[in-house]
């Protein structure tokens, strides 16, 4: 099972990132999948949640509204769009499985984001 996360970098506030993260090793569209952050010197936060067939998403309060999880089970990646961004998002976000909450059974190695201010 691995787990796979691209699309970090360095933005200003207010800009834009889209990360991805490539599944291999188990079949991705039976799971739900998870993204959680980790900013500096700070604890695990669960960021948001996707059901396996992508119907059901739910977000944590400090992204909803500017952040969009989905995914696409023919290329076993998913994705967090990332908008309106703010300098309390930056952190390592990590893509994972089976979650509760920021508890995950499988992760990624994750990807640095950092948002200038």
Not at 13 to 18: C, D, K, N, T, V
Not at 87 to 105: I, L, M, N, Q, W
């Amino acid at each position: 099972v691995q787990l796979v996360e691209s699309g970090g970098g360095l933005v200003q506030a207010g800009g834009s990132l889209r990360l991805s993260c490539a599944a291999s090793g188990f079949t991705f569209g039976s799971y739900q999948m998870t993204w959680v952050r980790q900013a500096p010197g700070k604890g695990l936060e669960w960021v948001s949640d996707i059901s396996s067939g992508g119907g059901f998403r739910s977000y944590a309060d400090s992204v909803k509204g500017r952040f969009t999880i989905s995914r696409d089970n023919a290329k076993n990646t998913l994705y967090l769009q990332m908008n309106k961004l703010k300098p309390e998002d930056t952190a390592v976000y990590f893509c994972a499985k089976d979650c509760h909450g920021s508890s995950c059974g499988v992760w990624g190695q994750g990807t640095l984001v950092t948002v200038s201010s």
